[in-house]
Structure formats: C-alpha cells, structure tokens
C-alpha cells in the first residue's frame, strides 16, 4: 500500500515540475505584451511643498487658498467627510469665519424633522463635518456616469506619491489622439478613452471619468491676489490634502524635534559618565572551574573516599 501511493506522488510531483518547466519555457519564448497602462502610465511630477521634509511647517495663505478651490470646484463631486469645519482653526480662520463657511456651505447636513419624522436638512455647524455632496453612493454615481468620486480626506496617505499624485492628476490631462510617451510611440486605439472618459497618463489606468476640474486660469478669485492659474490651484489643494490628510504634522515634526534632541543630550550624559566612572575601572576575576586548586583538591578527596582510581 505504501509503495502504490508513494508511487502516485512521485507521478503527481513529476506532473507537476514537467507543467512547471513547459511553462517556463513558454514565458521564456513568447513573453507577454507590455500593457499600455505600463507604457503609457508616468511617475508623479515634482511638487515641492513648505510641509515637506523634517522640519516643514505648513502655509497657512496656501491652505486657505486650497481650501477655496475645493470648496468652489472640487466639493461639486468629492466628499471631506473626516473633517469638521471648526478643524479650519487650524488653517488660520477664526470662530465666526468658521460659522459664516459653515451656515453657507451649499450641501445642508441630513436631518429629521422633528414635527413629522421626515428625512429634512439644517444648516451646517461648525461642531458638523463637511458634509457629502450626494446622500448616498448610488446617487453619487448616478451623477458621475456610474464612477464614485472618492472621499479627499485621506487621498493624499492613499494614493502612491501623496501630493505630487495629486497635483500631477489635476495638471495632467491629455489629448489621447495626439499623446506621445518618452519613446515617442503613439496610444495604441484599445487603450484610449471610452465614452464618459477622459485621458490621463497619471492615473493608474490612463482613462478615468473625472472630466478636467481646473480648466482655465482665473476659475477661482484669490483674496491674496495670487494669480489663479491652473498650476497654481492645483498646488494649492494639494497643499490643502495634505493638511486634511495630517493636520497635526507640525506638531508630529515639533515632537521630533524634541525627542532627538533629548536622546542625543541622554547619549552625551552616558558617554561622560562611563568615562568619569567605568572607563578607568578594573575588575579582578576569580579563578573558577574545573581548573582551580581548591576545586581540584575537594575532586581528589571525594574520589580517594569513593576509591575512584584517576
């Protein structure tokens, strides 16, 4: 019995390496086809923000300003929903100017009547998070061709490249008929746009739903009176992701600051003292084992009593 099922497993083991190596051997031949997505598909764009780094610190007339092109031209479609309106303190407005955005934000918070038990909607607090664009997914992408637009709270820890992802989708737009990777070789017909999508080697899949939402230059008015242009907007809220995404990094990076600081002071005080207290310091060792004389004569004794001959 042993020997017919050792003999059904040597059979099945040398199936298996067999498929093993004929398949090696096709991949070796015929290689698949590099993807368009692959070919086609680009790395982030440089984007270099006050935040970044070790030591950054956040701009806060940046992050109004992106605040504002959410609030006029992103909100339309993508969600904030992990972030409450009184969290704006953080970016420099004060309590009235949060109430003032909050009372005027254009999507009401769902609600219940209280005279007739009816889904209604109030006016939104500034205790309130941003709330959603659309009541549900299904509505969501009933509105955006079957696409759900994802919630930008987190966009920039989700997506690979952070805000550079970001800022690189918003500014990268092509013209899919016209469009030229390194290589200068032309989009192939089966990866470009289909109905409802729109071109753009910066996202993972070349073609996505999102139509351009930054289009021409003066879509938003700054208070500041930085000129509005398309590259600017762009960094703009994506300098706001990032503060959405992390709003204590300047307190992350502060304590950092402290910690290191501290450990290399703790290293400094350890080095002094082992040389004030241990670098001169000698420590006699005691000869022990089976070599010592003491222990040597207590064998003999015991052995001369057991009459043990060695």
Partial sequence: MRFILGFIGSVFAAILLFSMISNLATYAKNPPAPLAAEKFHREPKELALKSDGPFGKFDKAQLQRGFQVYSEVCSACHSLKLVSFRDLKGIGYNDAEIKKIAS????????????????????????????????????????????????????????????????????????????????????????????????????????????????????????????????????????????????????RHAAGLAVSIFLLVATILAYFAYRQIWYDAKRAVRVTGALDPVNQAKSKRAKAKQGVIG
Avoid: C
């Fill in 104 to 251: 005027d934000w254009k999507t009401q918070v769902p609600s219940i009547n209280p005279d007739t038990g009816e889904p209604a909607g109030r006016k939104a607090l500034a205790s309130d998070n941003f709330p959603a664009p659309f009541a549900n997914d299904v509505a969501a992408r009933a509105a955006n061709n079957n696409a759900l637009p994802p919630d930008l709270s987190l966009i920039t820890k989700s997506r690979e490249g952070g805000a550079a992802y970001v800022y690189s989708l918003l500014t990268g737009w092509a013209n899919a008929d016209t469009y030229r990777n390194e290589h200068g070789e032309k989009l192939p017909a089966e990866a470009k746009p289909g109905p409802n999508l729109h071109f753009n080697p910066y996202f993972a899949n070349l073609n996505l739903a999102m139509p351009p939402p930054l289009t021409s230059e003066g879509q938003v008015t700054y208070a500041d009176g930085t000129k509005p242009t398309v590259d600017q907007m762009a960094k703009d809220v994506s300098a706001f992701l990032v503060w959405t995404a992390e709003p204590n990094l300047e307190n």
